[in-house]
C-alpha cells in the first residue's frame, strides 16, 4: 500500500464522517440554523469551538513559525490563548445573557442606532471575509499535493463540501461536525509530536521533552534547549530562547492579538449555543483546555522539526539526502542554491554575512524554468531542481523552505510510519473545513439577519430568513472560492495578518464599553469605532504600502502591533465625545443593568 | 430567592474579574515579556527551560486554562450566593 492510499483511505473515512453527521443534525428552523437550538452540552460545544478557532494557518503554520523564530513566536502562543480569557471573563457570559444571535444584533440594540449596526456588520464581514479566502486556499492546497491535482480544482471540492454542510446544516450541522474535526486534528497533532519526543528526547510527554534532554546522539547528554541554542548560534541565528523583537514590541503585539481574539465573531456567537450563562462559562474551560492540548504542543514540535531539519540537512551531500526533500523540491516548498558548488547544502542564518541577510535567491519566493525549458536549465549538475531566481551570492545560506512545511514534513525527517502522514493530511483538512464552516455562518447570519431583517426588511418570516441565509452562504463561499483560487496580489495576503489590529482597535473597545458602563452613548461609540480603525488603517497602509520607513515608527513599534495603541485611543475617543453628548436613553441603561445579572439568559434566538 | 441584591452581585463579580485579569496580567506581560530577562537570569530553570522562556512557551497557557476553571467556580458559587442559580 503506498502514501497515496492511506491518505485516500484517512481521509475519506473523516469525510464520510462529518457528511453523515451533517445529514443527520441538519437544522430545519432559524434558530436551529443560528444556534443549534441553544441546547449543546459544555463539552461538546467546547470542542466544536476549538475546531473552530484553530484554522488552517495555526494547524500547519504555528510549529513553523515557532520553529524559526523560537522565543519571538510566544506573542502567538499567549496572544491567541490569552485572548480567549479576554472573551470568557469580559464578554461573552454577558452577551449571552443578552440574548442575540449576532455580535452586530448587539451593538445595534446597545447604542440604539442602524449605523451602529451597519457599520459592525461590514467589519463582521470584512473581518470573515479575509479569513475565510484563507482557508480556501489552504484547503486547495492540501487537495492539490494530495491527489495531484490543480490547486483551482483543490478550493472547489472544499468550497463544495463546506457549503453541503454549513449551508445545509446550519449551526447545528456544524457544531457536531465541528466536534468529529476537532478529535482528527487533535490526534494528528499530538500523535507524530509523541513519535518525534520519545526519538529525541525518550520523553513520552512532548511538552516534557522540550525541557528535558537531547539524547539521541552519541555526543554528552545535553538539554535539549542548550543543543538548540548552540545549533542557532553556530550557525548564525539568534539564540533560540532570546528572540530578536523589542520588549516594547512583543508587548505591544501580544496585547494586539489578545484583544482581536476577544473581538471575533465567528468565536462569539459559538456560546450563543448553550443553555445559560453557567453553561457559557463551563463551556469556554473546556474550550481553552482543548485548544491549550494543541499549544502547548506547537512550541515542542518546533523545537524537534528545527533540530531534526538541521541534523539531516545541514552539510549533508545531495546525493545523500533523503527522498522527502525531492518531493518537497517539487511542490516548490523546498529549494537548494549550490552557492559554492561543493555539492552540499549549507544552511545558515544572518549573522554569517556582512549585510545580515540570509537569503538563498533574489526575490521574495521561488520560480522555476518552464517545464519546456532546456534540462540543463531545469536539473542541476547533482539532481537538484533548479532555480529561475538569481542567486544572493552576498551570504553562504544555500538552503530556502516555506514556513509551512515544518509540521509537513516533521514526520517525514523523523521517519515516521506512513499512516501518521496520512492521519496528518487529514487533520490539516479538518482544521481548514471547521474553521471555513464556522466563518461561512457568520457571514451569512451577517447579512440574512442583520442585513435583510433588521436593516433592509423587516417583515421576513422565519422561513425566508433561513433561505436567505442559505443563499447568502452560496454568494460568500464563491465569492471566497473566487478569492481563494486567484489571490488578489499581496495587499490581502498582508491585511489577514492585520485582521486582528482592527478586530482589536474596533470591536474589542466597543463592545466592552458596552457592557460595563451604562453612560457610553451613540456618539462615543461611533466616533471612538470610527478613529479607532481609521487610525490602525492609516498607520499600517502607510508604512506597508506607501513605503514608510521603520525609522518612523511610533515608539518603534511595528504595524503589527499597532492595533494596540489603536485601542486607547478608541477607549480615549470614546469616553471623551460621550462627556460632551446626551446619556442613552433609560431602557438602554436597563438593558445594561440587565446584562449583568447572570440568570434568565432565555434562548439566544428570541427576537 | 431572598438574597437578590442586584448591585451586591454586580460589585462581587467586578472583584473577581478585576482579580483574575491581574493574575492574567502578570502571569503574561509580567513574567513572560516585562521581567523575562530577569527570570531568565535569576528565577530557577524548569526543567532545562529559563523560566521566562518556558512562562512564555508553557507556562502562561496553562495559567490561562487554571484561570477560567477557577473564573467559572468561583462566578457560579457567587450566583448561588445570590439565588440565581438556574435549574438544569
Known sequence: MTQDHLNFIFIGISFAIYIGIAVKSRAASTKEYYTAGGGVSSFANGMATAADWMSAATFISMAGTVAISGYDASRFLMGWTGGFVLLTILMVPYLRKFGKATVPDFIGDRYYSKLARGVAVVCAIFICMTYIMGQMRGVGVVFSQLFGIGVPAGVLIGASIVFFYAGLGGMKGITYTQVAQYCVMAFAYTIPAIFIAIAMTGHVIPQLGLIGDFTASSEPVVPFLQKLNNINTELGFAEYTSGKLSTMNMFCITAALMCGTAGLPHVIVRFFTVKNVAAVRKSACWTLLFIAVIYLTAPAIGAFARVNLVEKLHNTPYSEVPGWFQEFELTGQMAWVDKNGDGKIQYFGPAKSELGSASVFQGAKPSYPGYDAPENQRIGRHGERLLANKADDSNPNELWFGNDIMVMANPHMAGLPMWVIALLMAGCIAAALSTAAGLLLVLSTSISHDLMKKIIKPDLTDEEEVNYARFASFAALIVAAYFGINPPSAFIAKTVAFAFGLAASSFFPTLLIGIFSKRMNREGAIAGMLSGISFTIGYIVYFQFLGGHADQYFLGITPEGIGFVGMLINFGVSFLVSAFTPAPPQEVQDMVENIHIPSGAGDASEH | ?88
Open chain 2, 1 to 88: 430567592m431572598e438574597n437578590n441584591h442586584p448591585r451586591a452581585h454586580r460589585r462581587a463579580c467586578l472583584r473577581i474579574v478585576i482579580a483574575l485579569l491581574s493574575i492574567w496580567f502578570f502571569v503574561s506581560f509580567g513574567c513572560a515579556i516585562l521581567f523575562r530577562d530577569w527570570l531568565d537570569a535569576n528565577a530557577p530553570q524548569v526543567g532545562s527551560a529559563p523560566f521566562g522562556f518556558w512562562m512564555a512557551q508553557q507556562g502562561a497557557i496553562i495559567c490561562f486554562v487554571l484561570l477560567l476553571i477557577v473564573y467559572a467556580f468561583l462566578m457560579n458559587r457567587l450566583d448561588a450566593k445570590h439565588g440565581y442559580t438556574e435549574a438544569k
